[in-house]
């Protein structure tokens, strides 16, 4: 029995229903398949924004109506009247479907910390209801979904929600970006233990330089990759300026499920 084959599942609360897969015949005739994936990390500030927006911006290639979703972001200012989050941002910029910010974000908040925290400042508390409703109607207007998750996998958003639960209640594979720096060994085998225990599906991973600095780089990648349960989408170095596209250009996809065939 591998890692992705756990014997039974933990968690909050039973998986949402996943979309129906387009059948055969109607994805030869052009009907898109739907791909939906659940992007997490070894830690916060690890380029999951990044990975997440380089995916959209690939999916958008491929010439499917692709939209992004961070459910919870910390560390909001207002502009123009508005909430804004820099990480929301970008998602939002790398898509080609646009909804409103309420339902790409239904909890945004303004402190930069942990999102509990954030949430008791300003006397909220984060529920999954808002966040499946709202996923839902993504999915009503899209082809693909990328839901970036908020710092680890097992942040905490209230008393007796985290980002683990969330994952779960939405049912996606898991995409785990690995902030490559002196640790990520470790951090990486824990998150995808995590991942597994829950009867989640660990899809592939993505190794992000951090650090631009870190020593024998290439061989933490080799042993990650000998050693986690999923395939390596591809290593993304540390980028002068980092933008979905550019980071793009170092993932390969094609092994995600339900990935889209490229169009004519």
Same mark, same amino acid.
Request: net charge negative.
């Given at each position: 029995?591998?890692?992705?084959?756990?014997?039974?599942?933990?968690?909050?609360?039973?998986?949402?229903?996943?979309?129906?897969?387009?059948?055969?015949?109607?994805?030869?005739?052009?009907?898109?398949?739907?791909?939906?994936?659940?992007?997490?990390?070894?830690?916060?500030?690890?380029?999951?924004?990044?990975?997440?927006?380089?995916?959209?911006?690939?999916?958008?290639?491929?010439?499917?109506?692709?939209?992004?979703?961070?459910?919870?972001?910390?560390?909001?200012?207002?502009?123009?009247?508005?909430?804004?989050?820099?990480?929301?941002?970008?998602?939002?910029?790398?898509?080609?479907?646009?909804?409103?910010?309420?339902?790409?974000?239904?909890?945004? /908040?303004? %402190? =930069?910390? @942990?999102?509990?925290?954030?949430?008791? !400042? *300003?006397?909220?508390?984060?529920?999954?209801? $808002?966040?499946?409703?709202?996923?839902?109607?993504?999915?009503?207007?899209?082809?693909?979904?990328?839901?970036?998750?908020?710092?680890?996998?097992?942040?905490?958003?209230?008393?007796?929600?985290?980002?683990?639960?969330?994952?779960?209640?939405?049912?996606?594979?898991?995409?785990?970006?690995?902030?490559?720096?002196?640790?990520?060994?470790?951090?990486?085998?824990?998150?995808?233990?995590?991942?597994?225990?829950?009867?989640?599906?660990?899809?592939?991973?993505?190794?992000?330089?951090?650090?631009?600095?870190?020593?024998?780089?290439?061989?933490?990648?080799?042993?990650?990759?000998?050693?986690?349960?999923?395939?390596?989408?591809?290593?993304?170095?540390? /980028?002068? %300026? =980092?933008? @979905?596209?550019?980071?793009?250009?170092? !993932? *390969?996809?094609?092994?995600?499920?339900?990935? $889209?065939?490229?169009?004519?």
């Amino acid at each position: 029995m591998s890692l992705n084959e756990p014997e039974q599942s933990v968690g909050m609360a039973e998986p949402v229903a996943m979309p129906i897969a387009v059948p055969a015949p109607l994805a030869a005739e052009g009907v898109p398949t739907r791909f939906a994936c659940f992007v997490t990390g070894t830690d916060t500030e690890i380029g999951k924004t990044l990975i997440s927006s380089a995916i959209l911006h690939k999916l958008v290639r491929h010439g499917v109506r692709a939209c992004g979703m961070k459910p919870i972001a910390a560390g909001a200012e207002e502009r123009d009247g508005e909430l804004h989050n820099d990480d929301a941002a970008m998602l939002r910029a790398a898509g080609n479907v646009q909804l409103p910010q309420s339902i790409t974000t239904p909890y945004m /908040l303004r %402190e =930069p910390c @942990a999102p509990h925290i954030a949430a008791a !400042l *300003e006397g909220v508390t984060i529920e999954p209801v $808002p966040i499946l409703t709202a996923y839902a109607e993504i999915l009503g207007a899209s082809d693909a979904t990328v839901v970036e998750g908020v710092g680890g996998f097992c942040v905490p958003f209230s008393e007796d929600f985290d980002s683990a639960d969330l994952a779960v209640q939405l049912g996606l594979p898991v995409v785990l970006v690995v902030g490559m720096r002196l640790g990520c060994i470790n951090h990486a085998l824990l998150t995808a233990e995590a991942i597994v225990a829950r009867g989640l599906v660990l899809a592939g991973w993505v190794a992000n330089q951090v650090d631009p600095d870190m020593r024998f780089a290439i061989d933490n990648i080799a042993e990650l990759e000998r050693r986690l349960p999923a395939p390596l989408l591809g290593h993304v170095p540390r /980028l002068d %300026e =980092p933008t @979905a596209a550019k980071a793009s250009t170092y !993932l *390969e996809l094609a092994s995600l499920p339900g990935w $889209p065939a490229k169009r004519a």
